[in-house]
């Protein structure tokens, strides 16, 4: 089993900053990808940004340039640094481990991210 604990969402105003984090416990040798997700209001979870066990990372279009993700092994943790955020990013932001081609895939309860213009 794998536990991930996201902190870091709130409230902010358009132009601003907020750095996500998302830290694992439990069984991570069986974890070769970790990503962030985005719901949005009446919308369906979307992939924000991932990460592999290599460090080879990945970004939706929307947020390419203003959004990084990164982690600290040391740590077991994984960062979402956004900048320039938009109203449009306003939604429940997730963590996800998962090991593709297995059924190994986890979920965090999620961090709310307000965006007001």
């Known amino acids: 089993q794998v536990q991930l604990v996201e902190s870091g969402g709130g409230l902010v105003q358009a132009g601003a900053s907020l750095r996500l984090s998302c830290a694992a416990s439990g069984s991570l040798y069986s974890i070769r990808v970790m990503g962030w997700y985005r719901q949005s209001p009446g919308e369906q979870r979307e992939l924000v940004a991932g990460i592999t066990f290599g460090g080879s990372t990945n970004y939706a279009d929307a947020v390419k340039g203003r959004f990084t993700i990164s982690k600290d092994n040391a740590k077991n943790t994984v960062y979402l640094q956004m900048n320039s955020l938009k109203p449009e990013d306003t939604g429940v932001y997730y963590c996800?481990?998962?090991?593709?081609?297995?059924?190994?895939?986890?979920w965090g309860k999620g961090t709310p991210v307000t965006v007001s213009s």
């Open positions: 996800n481990a998962n090991s593709p081609g297995t059924s190994i895939n986890y």
